[in-house]
């Protein structure tokens, strides 16, 4: 069953277990309505004949003075009137003359015997229909002495209520059909919505990333198709950088490996007739070799961060030891490159546990960009500071700084800027990853044509 039945089942059954209770506490409601009525009118009539009698014929006989009593009792009334005797005997009835003389005996006419307002509810006996009737006695001088009942026929009330309930009925099956209509009005905008999502959601699956999800209303499944949306729009864009890290990396190991097979071939050919041609070629085939490895380094640093394998080896680390070590180990090519290098940290940074060897890797590849984007004659600086949280480590150069629109994707995967010349894109991501691992993240400020300046934020002890 498709959510679009069970959606219009579960209305409709809502609604009709909803009517059908209302449908009965009405007709109920309206059954006793209109039986209280005619019990009360007839109890009330009966109880102003009983005190009209007591008043004025309490001294007489009843069965003398019953012809008088009913015309008095029946002047005011539509009911069927009779008047019984202390033995139960009918004296005078204004509807069936022909039971004058018999014997009544009915609940009701017992109770009023005994002294007590009868009523009583049932079938006649004769006509079949239903009839509700009050006895109430007649008394002298504390004494019964006969009744005075009062009779009437409920085919009517009884018809009206059925007549009531049938159009309480009627009106509960048009809402019932309203609310069908409505109900699969509203499912088939819900299922609508969902088979739109379904469509959009098999065309990413089977690799169409271009594929997008409608917006129908700014709802819960609008939002779940702006959020499909966006997850299309990043995989999409995942799949673009990735792409481009390919071919980036295929050029990256390409071009060294152009290299060194071209003098590979020119010292094969050459023989051992020039010394200084084979030096020259050995170094740069050695010089290519190391471009290499650091690729592959880079690829292999990047396939454990991916895969959740790379674990730190945690260590109390002097930082201003570690960031004189850094300064010192890249001082000559920042001379090469023209470059001041300054490195500023004071001996009061306190000891933090961390892995050294990959904050040295961070510390280096941020050093490694720096140098990569400030010409000759800039400057590069590394420090520490102690907050009351973190250890911020800082690399600021005054270089060719980031456009704006690369400034939020640098540190993404495979995410190389307009500027960045040489190299895979992973360097900035590898080095992010590295600072979550520490506990501590990455902020980043940087103006083109003014510098970079990148904070690395590491917990304290």
Known sequence: MGIRQRLVGSYLAVILITVSILEVFLIASVDYYYHSSVKRILVKQAEISAAFFQQYFSGQDVAAQSERLLRGFSQNTTAQVQIIDASGQLLQDNVNVQAIGSMIDYPDVRQARDGTMGIWRGTSASSGESLLAVSYPL???????????????????????????????????????????????????????????????????????????????????????DTLN?????????????????????????????????????????????????????????????????????????????????????????????????????????????????????????????????????????????????????????????????????VEDTGSGIAGEDIGNVLQKFYKGNNSGAGSGLGLSICHEIVKLHGGHLKMESEPGRGTKIEVFLPRR
């Open 139 to 225: 008394e002298a001088d504390g004494k019964t002495v006969g009744a005075v009942r009062y009779v009437a026929s409920l085919t009517g009330t009884i018809a009206t209520i059925r007549w009531i309930a049938a159009l309480c009925i009627a009106a509960g099956l048009l809402v019932v059909a309203m609310v069908a209509v409505v109900s699969l009005f509203l499912s088939r905008t819900i299922t609508g919505s969902i088979q739109e999502l379904k469509l959009a959601a098999d065309h990413m699956a089977e690799g169409d990333l271009s594929a997008r999800a409608g917006k129908r209303y700014k709802d819960e499944l609008g939002a779940l198709a």
């Open 230 to 394: 966006t997850m299309a729009s990043r995989l999409q864009r995942s799949d673009q950088l990735k792409n481009e890290f390919i071919s980036s990396v295929s050029h990256e190991i390409r071009t060294p490996l152009t290299s060194i097979k071209g003098w590979a071939v020119t010292l094969k050919s050459a023989g051992g007739d020039s010394k200084a041609l084979l030096e020259e070629g050995l170094d740069v085939i050695e010089s290519e070799s190391d471009r290499l490895t650091e690729l592959v380094d880079e690829l292999l640093d990047f396939s454990k961060l991916a895969n959740g394998k790379i674990r730190l080896s945690r260590t109390p680390v002097q930082i201003p030891e570690l960031l004189r070590h850094v300064g010192t180990q890249l001082a000559p090519r920042a001379s090469r490159l023209g470059l001041e290098l300054e490195v500023r940290a004071g001996d009061g940074v306190p000891v933090i546990d961390a892995d050294a060897n990959r904050l040295k890797q961070v510390l280096i590849n941020l050093l490694d960009n720096a140098m990569k984007f400030t010409p000759p004659g800039g400057n590069v600086t590394m420090s520490a500071d102690a907050l009351k949280e973190y250890i911020v480590l800082t």
